[in-house]
């Protein structure tokens, strides 16, 4: 398991929340798209322990990402799926990462929808604290993110802004700027395991022979360290990695997308903007795939 000293100083800024203006964030985070690590933001949040959890939405099932042992042992070009999903209540989760079994078989609790849980009321004083200081307008409600440490999701881009909020434990984040797509290999848009939106490449055990144009991309890697009580700014269509770190047994994060502003910085990737037209309901997910026929509609 990585020790959060094993991880370099982080280069992001780091502003308290209550030092940002909508003006200040615009013009140095937002337009010039750069990440940001948020603090002071989630003061008055709860402890979210797994008993916290298990009380408020226990009985509640939520999808689980079942990846099995040695998923991420493999090149990812030979998996034959991203992963399998299992409908399970958090309250059974709970007792697999605290069993160990979520480990031992890389059982991942990811993107889970809570907006219309009694957990999303407890952070919509942080979020419209945020949204107001940073001038930001939701695009989704609120997603959970539970697993055990020791996990990695893999490295992708989103179509929308992005918050994490760190509620328990700690994560590295791995960040590569969006100039960088073509040199971190995502997958193709037919006939491939996983989402054109995710790498092939694995960040800690690259494979230069297979991915040479790799090694230029890693030239523009940013890594930190996000801990409990901050809130990283994921710009979009920055590349990012979060692996669990640290020495408690879970993690755990909620995120939410905002929408992109000035909506210009959408257009450099088509597919990104398709997408972010279907997550507003402005597009099918089906029209996003028929409108992107040609692979060069794929950056």
């Known amino acids: 398991m990585e020790k959060l ?13 209550s030092q940002i203006t909508p003006q200040l964030f615009h013009s140095e985070y937002r337009r010039k798209s750069r990440p940001l690590i948020i603090t002071g933001a989630l003061n ?11 009380r408020e939405v226990g009985d509640r099932k939520f999808p689980v990402r079942c990846y099995g042992p040695g998923h991420f ?3 990812k070009s030979e998996w034959s799926k991203y992963c399998d999903y299992q409908e399970m209540k958090l309250a059974d989760y709970a007792l ?9 078989n ?3 609790m990811g993107q889970v929808a809570i907006g219309d849980t009694s957990l999303a009321n407890v ?3 942080a979020l419209g604290n945020i949204s107001e200081r940073c001038d930001m307008q939701k695009a989704t409600d609120m997603f959970l993110w539970l697993g055990p440490s020791g996990h990695t999701e893999p490295l992708h881009w989103d179509c929308g802004e992005g918050t994490v909020l760190m509620l328990h434990g700690a994560k590295k984040v791995v960040l590569f700027p969006p100039e960088q797509s073509e040199n971190l290999y995502p997958f193709s848009l037919y006939g491939s395991p996983a989402a054109p939106w995710f790498s092939k490449v694995y960040v800690a055990k690259p494979d230069y022979d297979a991915y040479p144009k790799l090694r230029e991309a890693m030239k523009h890697k940013i890594e930190l360290v996000l801990r409990k009580g901050e809130v990283l700014f994921i710009p979009v269509y920055w590349w990012h990695e979060l692996s669990s770190i640290g020495k408690d047994f879970y ?5 939410r997308f905002w929408r992109v502003k000035p909506f210009s910085r959408l257009t450099s990737n088509k597919l990104g903007l398709a997408l972010y037209l279907s997550q507003l309901g402005l597009m099918t997910v089906n029209g996003v795939i028929d409108g992107l ?4 509609d794929v950056v």
């Open 44 to 54: 008055d949040a709860k402890n979210w322990s797994l008993e916290f959890m298990c």
């Open 96 to 104: 697999q990462l605290t069993s160990d079994y979520a480990r031992k």
């Open 123 to 125: 952070l919509r004083g």
């Open 73 to 75: 042992n493999k090149p």
């Open 106 to 108: 890389n059982h991942y």
């Open 293 to 296: 026929r040609r692979p060069a």
């Open 251 to 255: 993690t755990c994060s909620v995120n």
């Open 5 to 17: 000293a094993d991880v370099e100083a982080c280069p992001v800024d780091r502003l308290d929340i």
